[in-house]
């Protein structure tokens, strides 16, 4: 990363954020996963109710179960399991609906755009099996799995995929009224 690369505001940092699909073997460093780790404590939760559990898998074991989870891990060194404990989330008066899917969505979020300010690279994957990530990883029945973070620093041939720039024109997902 070019001291240019640390003056970026956060459009720019949205901008230049990509799905990293190959990764370097090189492990990141204990304070930049800390600094990851810590703006996933900061992300907002509904009533601050902070239902979020990280699970930072990166012991050859632990990838191994993630890899027996899904093929999505990319290479990765490691994965965070971004999952919410039911007994903790937030419940809406009107229907019951809980808050924990959108609280670790927001949580992953947080994540994913420090690690792409330090220059490490990640993948946001819904697509694994979350019954062997209980299993494999010995979750409490009240912890549900949301999604899988790899990061790692981004191999030399990572890039964007063709459709990274494609985005549908505001005025079809905004409304004014």
């Known amino acids: 990363m070019t001291a240019a690369d640390k003056n970026m505001n ?11 699909r190959s ?7 204990p304070e930049k996963l800390n600094e990851i780790l810590e703006a996933g404590r900061l992300a907002p939760t509904a009533c601050n109710n902070q239902p979020q559990k990280i699970i ?12 027996e989870a ?14 919410y404990d039911k007994a903790k989330c937030w419940s809406r008066s009107f229907d019951g609906e809980k808050s924990g899917e959108v609280d670790a969505s927001i949580v992953t979020s947080h994540l994913m755009l420090q690690a792409e300010d330090l ?7 819904m697509y694994f099996d ?4 209980i299993k494999n990883f010995s979750l409490d029945e009240n912890i549900v799995p949301v999604a899988l973070l790899p990061i790692g620093y ?24």
């Open 130 to 133: 979350p019954k062997a990530i």
């Open 154 to 177: 981004p191999a030399s041939d990572s890039a964007p995929s063709d459709r990274h720039g494609l985005r549908n024109p505001l005025e079809s997902s905004v409304a004014f009224i």
């Open 56 to 67: 930072v898998a990166r012991s050859e074991e632990a990838l191994r179960w993630i890899d």
């Open 119 to 125: 220059g490490i690279g990640s993948v946001w994957v």
């Open 23 to 29: 990764y370097k073997n090189d492990p990141i460093e």
């Open 70 to 83: 899904t093929p999505c891990r990319f290479g990765a060194p490691a994965v965070l399991i971004v999952c």
């Open 10 to 20: 956060f459009s720019q940092l949205s901008q230049k954020r990509y799905s990293v």
